[in-house]
């Protein structure tokens, strides 16, 4: 019998714990699945590459106090692995998409146009957005001629109106008024954000303010993005992703040996495979975000420097901490953006310092290098304050203390949050407006867990005080087994919003929820 998604759902999903395997992969034969297992990427010498920079977007207006840019998405060919061309899926057809540099207070409106062959939704993550353009997964911008089918995979009527979907355009309206930040947007089409976002729809989103700009850290080229994602490539170049339907357009979900997240063999940062970055003795900010699907990273220098500790964060998820936090190594769960001072007055000019990911093995050992390769005058310097009070909520100000508990590879291979599979339909959460809650998330195993509209501050791990990467406002916390209790704060708007596990995959097998503010 071929399970489907759509069948399962009939049957209530939760009748019991069943196989391991995604849904649909009862019908792949046995040879495809033993041949995606043993893809490997073509050998690429390390190092070889400079650092890309994505391109920063420009807006189309300025005019009415806001901010205008139109972006297209579109395939187009990008040469990844030197020497080969490589299919992506990009903004504006590139991959990493341009980075939009937006003002805090000042508005920005993005026109998506889709010329891609599949629906797409556009979630800025970490913004405080209003419903009606946080890229709720089944709020679609469907392409020309897209058909309505007969199940799960027509085009969704948007929820919470008897509207159809935008033809080929959407506008985003995205207010900033909250803190300066690092945020990233990619696409949150539901059962099929893994690959898509896999296909290159990912770029990053600064929002800049009048507090960060007065502080003396590194700035202009020694302010750098770090994308960091992990993808394979068939010899010829192409990305492989282990879908069950290629096209995107029928069953979702992978093949079993995928079915616990997707894990490249080849690290990319900003695009560029394990590429090499000429910096001078003095300060650099590095901006890091872990945009992988399901790999979590332990980012170390090697050689250190001497005296140790040297990463000096500076910000989070949710923008700038109060006081910088050293630390010997930087573990980024997906989704997670760290921002970070190297001083490379540590090292002898000339010196080769690899950045290296310590959970890696063989080739994914290694994420770039840096070459000190000239002095220069310092001209930055991290101050023992950087930001003003953050504002974190009061704990006596709690009104509910809500429970939820993240479990894969329940019936049928799908993911589970408190024993339920995704519903649009079903609102698991009601807070209300401008309360402060407790939410309490326990993990089996390893999940990295996403709020949308929120930040939040943990204030535990395991029953003990917060880890030494859980500083500052956060959206996204990496729990490997176990649980952290959060506190929260729901302002903004009021409105339907979802909180899900940000592998991408264990996402796809519905290991998300709804709630929705009142």
């Known amino acids: 019998m071929r399970i489907t998604r759509r069948h399962f759902l009939k049957m209530g999903a939760m009748a019991g714990a069943g196989l391991a395997l ?13 041949a995606a297992a043993s893809v490997r990427s073509p050998h690429v010498e390390p190092f070889g590459v400079p650092l890309p920079i994505p391109p920063v977007a420009r807006p189309v207006g300025t005019g009415g106090g806001s901010d205008r840019y139109e972006i297209v998405q579109k395939g187009a060919r990008q040469e990844i692995l030197p020497g080969l061309k490589t299919e992506v899926w990009g903004y504006d057809g590139v991959f990493p998409g341009p980075t939009i540099e937006a003002r805090r207070d000042r508005p920005v409106v993005v026109r998506q146009w889709n010329e891609l062959p599949v629906p797409v939704s556009v979630h800025l993550h970490g913004g405080k957005t209003p419903p009606g353009s946080d890229g709720y997964p089944t709020d679609l911008i469907v392409p020309e001629g897209y058909g309505h089918g007969d199940g799960a995979h027509a085009p969704y009527a948007a929820h919470g109106s008897s509207e159809k979907h935008a033809h080929m355009f959407k506008d985003y309206e995205y ?18 954000t893994g690959p898509q976002v896999y296909r290159g729809l990912a770029g990053m989103y600064v929002l800049r303010d009048e507090v960060e700009d007065a502080l003396p850290l590194p700035k202009g080229e020694k302010e750098v993005p ?3 994602c992990d993808r394979t490539f068939r010899e010829d170049g192409s990305l492989y992703y282990p879908s069950l339907d290629p096209s995107l357009l029928g069953d979702p979900g992978v093949l079993a040996h995928a079915a616990n997240g997707v894990l490249g063999d080849t690290v990319l940062v900003n695009g560029a495979p394990w590429p090499l970055l000429e910096v001078s003795n003095t300060m650099h900010r590095f901006r890091i975000l872990n945009a992988s699907n399901a790999r979590s990273y332990d980012l170390a220098l090697d050689p250190p420097p001497p005296g140790g ?19 010997e190594s930087i573990v980024a769960a997906p989704a997670e953006r760290f921002d970070v001072v190297v001083d490379f007055s540590r090292y002898r000019v000339g010196t080769e310092v690899t950045l290296k990911n310590r959970r890696g093995e063989g080739r994914t050992g290694d994420v770039m290098r840096f070459v000190v390769a000239r002095a220069e005058r310092e001209e930055s310097s991290v101050p023992r304050r950087l930001a003003p009070d953050l504002d974190f909520p009061d704990p ?5 203390t809500r429970r939820f508990q993240f479990i894969a590879g329940v019936g049928g291979g799908m993911s589970a949050i408190n024993q339920k599979t995704f519903d649009p339909q079903r609102v698991d959460a009601r807070p209300r407006l401008g309360s402060t809650e407790i939410w309490e998330i326990f993990s089996d195993p390893s999940h990295p867990f996403h709020m949308h509209l929120v930040h939040f501050k943990v204030l535990s791990r395991d029953g003990g005080p917060p880890g030494p990467h859980d500083a500052g406002w956060k959206d996204t916390v990496s729990l490997e087994g176990g649980s952290v209790r959060l506190l929260v704060r729901f302002e903004g708007w009021r409105g339907r919003y979802v909180f899900h596990c940000h592998n991408l995959e264990h996402e796809d097998m519905m290991m998300m929820a709804n709630f929705e503010v009142v």
């Open 226 to 228: 770090l994308l960091i």
């Open 22 to 34: 995604p849904l649909g992969a009862l019908s792949v034969p046995a040879g495809r699945m033993a």
């Open 309 to 327: 500790r040297p990463f000096v964060q500076v910000g989070g998820d949710g923008g700038l901490l109060e006081s910088p936090v050293g630390h």
């Open 175 to 192: 207010p900033n008024a909250h803190r300066a930040a690092t945020l990233w947007y990619h696409d949150h089409r539901m059962d099929f």
């Open 396 to 400: 006596g100000d709690v009104e509910v």
